[in-house]
């Protein structure tokens, strides 16, 4: 078996450690697709078990069995049935949690009798120390028949000897010989037989799955019909054969259990993990905690991204008004400070809240604390036709959009997973959050509630909660239109309290600062730059007059030459490409307290919603010339005025602005993953005008209430 590159699957239960053992054995050498002809992620990295053999290792779904129920263990199912072209694994390593031995010894025991190169990888093993568990290796090993590696891939532990020994059982594939489980012919031994005259090279226990899912393979349909009439002649009954296997299954492990597992007595103080949850889980406190955990979340990202963001925006209009001295005046320097630094300095201002914000929820994910959030609120989730695994979806959707449409996966029921796909784009994502940012500080005051408490991070907290209270809403009414009938249950394991990665969570905010500056900098940066050329030309005749008579006035009041300039300058933007187009669509947004320019901002965003931030860096910084290189962006729009001499950002208007990008369908991307994971346009098209009907109507209501 020996060859250059070998193929292993990653496998085993949710919550085994399968993508930590995955991280530490292919560290930086790793790559995300899909799996052929499914919309799930496949992540595969490459290591090096000696100098001549290099593996490839793909992290497989997790999944609690071999008969699957959703999407990703499809996946899972397929690829070690063998019915999947890639990848095709010459090797199974099998995570087993070592505090949950009884129900990952039944995956591991089917996995087994698929009879398969198997290494097992022995998790949680402190978990089960704490818990009073004691295991006995070798008798494991003996009575499975398969290596058995005890492994702690958080802190590095067991990871040579785990290489060591997939090596070994390359060199030697019949090291050690997998013991049978259940005797499969006693369960359809004529049937069984049957099946391997069609496919010699399969086990006892394939040939069962064979017969059981045979139509979601991509089998001949001489080879259908073939099965099929198998079945027919041997009665063939799928759940009393699958009922039967189980509990053969369960009888085989609760003696594995007896010989090789010593478990303290069950009335035994429990863990500090039971006691925690005792308090984060109460009916009443449980919903308390979360409201201040997620109450401290947005008071730190406001907070703490303060002092980082006044520096990139000093440093910024600095190296402006630097450069605004430095340069002769001309079409170059117009491009160079009010095109591509106007649009970099609307990038990177915002990267501190993010990577705080992504920051924070990986402190989350890591402790376990967010599954209970998903188990605390599924009551809630009920009664607007949705489940507690909508909320995980949910909650990621706070980070970005589009990987959470892709997460409800997860959710089995189709009537639950389209509700959440639809409402998950209400959550206010971290792309609203530099229009957030920019908008809170120019309405709210920046004064403090009760001596301590940030009115403008309650703001910004109050944006959250209620971008998910209109999220409930929307699923409450959906449901009643949507009718799909299907079964719908909720079960999640909670994962066990654990101290957060702080490199793993260093690691995550680094990554995603770079996604951030890299895809929405290269949206931010090319909508920058056109809108400079549409907002710094236009029709000749137009503009030329505008220059001839400024120039005229300027020429007749010398001593008012710089208050005349600045008029000249937003009459040219007023009648440039731009200009023009705000024009044109300011009847429609009047009614909600916008100008023109928040009308352009309002059409750029619809690419990405913080593209809100460059577009006014760049209208600002034409319309104002020179003198607004000294100013920030901020400064900027706290100074514009309207026609009629009155503020343009008042409360009402900001308000209204914050509705509206809080409810409005305005990611092209995540457009583009519902039609992907809907496999129709029908329901993004449905998304976007409801969210954008809903947010056109609120911001109104908004508006008209506080001017």
Sequence with gaps: MKKDILNIALVGNPNSGKSSLFNSLTGLNQKVGNFPGVTVDKKSGNAYLSKDLQVTITDLPGTYSLYPKRADEWVTYKVLIGQDSEPKPDMVVLLVDASNLKRNLLFCSQIIDLKISVVIALTMMDLASKKGIELDIAGLEIELGVPVIPVNPRKNKGIPELKKTILQLVQQPNMLVPNDFIVSRELAETAVSDVKNLFPNISDYTAIHYLINHEHFDFKKNIQDSIENIESANGFNHT?????????????????????????????????????????????????????????????????????????????????????NLLPQGWFANLLING????????????????????????????????????????????????????????????????????????????????????????????????????????IPKKLVLGFISLQGLVMMGLYIMSFVMALVVSYVAKWFIKLQEKSFFILELPTYRAPRWKNVAVTMVNKAKIFVRDAGKIIMVISLILWALSSYGPKSKMQAVADEYNKQEQQNPQQAKQIEQQ????????????????????????????????????????????????????????????????????????????????????????????????????????????????????PTIQLLYMTGLAYVMSLIAYQLLK
């Design 340 to 443: 591509i630094l106007a649009g970099l300095g609307g990038i990177l201002v915002f990267v501190p809240q993010i990577m705080i914000l992504f920051g924070l929820i990986t402190v989350l994910e890591d402790t376990g604390y967010m599954a209970r959030i998903s188990f605390l609120t599924d009551k809630l989730m009920r009664k607007v036709g949705l489940n507690g695994k909508s909320v995980m979806p949910m909650i990621s959707g706070f980070a970005c959009a589009v990987p959470a449409i892709m997460s409800t996966r997860n959710i089995e029921n189709k009537k639950e997973r389209l509700l959440t796909i639809l409402i998950t784009p209400l959550m206010s994502c971290s792309a609203r959050l530099p229009v957030y940012t920019i908008l809170i500080a120019l309405v």
């Design 240 to 324: 009393r054969i699958q009922a039967e296997e189980i509990m053969q299954r369960y009888a085989r492990i609760k003696q594995i259990m007896q010989h090789n597992v010593s478990e303290p007595d069950p009335l035994q103080k429990a863990l500090f993990t039971e006691r925690l949850d005792a308090v984060l889980l109460n009916r009443r406190w449980g919903y308390l905690i979360l409201l201040l955990v997620l109450f401290l979340l947005f008071q730190c990202v406001f907070w703490i991204a303060q002092f980082p963001m006044d520096a990139i925006d000093w440093t910024f209009s600095q190296f402006n008004s630097w450069l605004s």
């Design 568 to 683: 000249k300058q937003a009459a040219l933007l007023a009648n440039s490409y731009a200009g023009i187009l705000g024009k044109a669509i300011e009847p429609v947004i009047t009614p909600l307290g916008y100008d023109w320019k928040i009308g352009i901002a309002l059409i750029t965003s619809f690419a990405a919603r913080e593209v809100f931030v460059g577009t006014m860096a760049t209208l600002y910084s034409v319309e104002g010339g020179k003198d607004a290189d000294q100013q920030t962006l901020r400064q900027r729009m706290d100074l514009a005025k309207k026609a009629d001499g009155s503020k343009v950002y008042t409360l009402a208007t900001g308000v209204s602005l914050l509705i509206f990008y809080m409810l409005a369908m305005q990611c092209m991307s995540t457009l583009a993953v519902v039609k992907r994971e809907t496999r129709s346009w029908k329901w």
